[in-house]
């Protein structure tokens, strides 16, 4: 019977090469995301998918509840600013409102008319220092791109829409109807005020606070 040789290194070098490949053929669990944050639950492994790290400005699509049990820190501190009236908005303001309540925030709400009193009451808001400066719905994007660009300092949400070019300070949740990104910008389509239920807001600002708290912040979710 023939004697077998031992493996030449070149040999080895492929065996070793191919078992790597066939082992990277398994599928591999997606991890719940952490940022390691202290006191901060981790975000579920639907929240990013199979992205690592967004990109600046990217758009994740993170699946319902994979931001649940991601919750503010004992004395969080937002205030939020809208400039409409319409249901649409009225939604918007109550369910950060409503969530604000339900886990001790402490909340301060400033409403405006106009471009000119938008600005003014972002940067009382600013002026404020809170953890989070929400801006909710289209009425406040215009405002919101000039200004937040400028306060790199301070951490911003806007719900609803989206910023066009956000600066990394700036995160945002949008969903199909509630995606307006700014004046001669946004398409048919962007904005349909049925499309903001109290659902959506719930959602809204409970992703959107859970990605800032775990550091994801400049880009935008997109609510499936």
């Given amino acids: 019977m023939p004697r077998l040789r031992p493996l030449t290194p070149i040999a080895g070098a492929l065996c070793v090469s191919v078992a790597v490949v066939l082992s990277g053929c398994a599928a591999i669990a997606p991890q719940p995301v952490t940022t390691g944050t202290p006191g901060v639950h981790p975000l579920g492994s639907g929240f990013l998918g199979g992205v690592t790290t967004p990109t600046p400005e990217a758009t994740i699509e993170p ?28 939604t918007l303001v109550s369910g950060v409102t409503r969530w604000a309540q339900q886990r001790g925030v402490t909340i301060t709400a400033l409403t405006a008319r106009g471009d000119d009193e938008v600005e003014d009451q972002l ?95 400049g880009i935008v979710l997109h609510l499936k």
């Fill in 123 to 217: 940067l009382r808001a600013i002026e404020a220092s809170p953890d989070l400066v929400i801006g909710a719905g289209p009425d406040v994007v215009d405002v919101f791109s000039l200004t937040t660009a400028q306060h790199l300092h301070q951490q911003f949400l806007v719900v609803g829409a989206e910023l066009p070019e956000p600066t990394a300070n700036v995160t945002s949740v949008i969903w199909a109807g509630a995606s307006f990104r700014g004046t001669g910008i946004s398409e048919d389509g962007d904005v349909d005020p049925s499309a903001v239920t109290a659902r959506r807001a719930s959602d809204a600002i409970s992703a959107g606070v859970a990605s800032v708290l775990h550091g994801l912040t």
């Fill in 63 to 90: 699946e319902r509840g994979s931001w649940d049990g991601v919750e503010p820190p004992a004395g969080y501190t937002v205030v939020v600013v809208s400039a409409a009236d319409d249901r649409a908005t009225s």
